[in-house]
């Protein structure tokens, strides 16, 4: 079975421009999280869905992210206008059951640089 | 206080050894716990679930103990393979959150 897949694995990007990470969770998964990993802060989630739909935004950290769902196997991230201190690994994962009771899997990640 | 704490390392212990790492969470209302292993640079992944009766998987042992409210791992005769960092993950019934602890990093030695 294929797992989560994210794209692009790594990007690297000038401060001010436009990033867009995507996803694909697993199928029949109806839960989907973003997080964003860095050293000092360790994982934190951004956004989390529930069938297609955004549940819980209150980790986005500025009115440049936005995240979007717009069927049950794609999501996408994206920063406008980037900065040096979105570069983090941002992770997407999915889960099934009711309000994503079981255990997460994650995606390999997409590696942002801002420089 | 952090809802979900680790230490966060390293362990450095011979190959063959045991080791066992603690996490200790604060809400009582938790009800579904986890241990995620991540290698350097990877994405993480799921190493068990933690039961309340405890659980095995091979040379890896898992426990809850819910009256002091932490989860322990243990595992047995290390392998240099299992070198990576160790994540608690806690989940409240009827949420969809899951607090991820910051890891505790393990290092197997020759």
């Known amino acids: 079975d294929a797992g989560v897949i994210q794209s692009p694995r790594h990007e690297v990007t000038e401060m001010g421009q436009e990033v867009t990470l995507r996803c694909k969770p697993i199928?029949?998964?109806?839960?989907l999280f973003w997080y964003r990993q860095t050293m000092m802060r360790g994982l934190e989630l951004l956004i989390y869905f529930n069938n297609n739909v955004p549940i819980d935004d209150s980790g986005m950290p500025e009115d440049r992210f936005s995240a979007k769902m717009p069927n049950a196997s794609f999501s996408t991230l994206k920063i406008q206008p980037s900065e040096p201190r979105d570069s983090a690994v941002y992770f997407c994962?999915?889960?099934?059951?009711?309000?994503?009771?079981?255990?997460?899997?994650f995606g390999p990640g997409t590696r942002l640089t801002v420089t | 206080r952090k809802e979900v704490e680790q230490d966060p390392g390293p362990f450095n212990v011979p190959e063959g050894a045991t080791v066992a790492f603690n996490c200790t969470y604060s809400?009582?209302?938790?009800?579904?716990f986890f241990w995620y292993r991540q290698d350097c640079r990877k994405e993480p992944k799921l190493l068990m679930s933690?039961?309340?009766s405890g659980n095995e998987d091979g040379r890896f042992t898992a426990q809850l103990n819910r009256a002091s409210q932490y989860i322990s791992l243990l595992i047995r005769d290390s392998k240099l393979s299992d070198s990576a960092t160790y994540l608690c993950?806690?989940?409240?019934?009827?949420?969809?959150?899951?607090?991820f602890g910051t890891g505790t990093r393990l290092k197997v030695l020759a």
């Open positions: 809400n009582s209302a938790s009800q579904s």
């Open positions: 933690v039961y309340s």
């Open positions: 993950v806690v989940k409240s019934s009827g949420t969809y959150k899951y607090i």
């Open positions: 199928s029949g998964h109806n839960s």
């Open positions: 994962a999915s889960s099934s059951g009711l309000a994503g009771a079981y255990e997460q899997y």
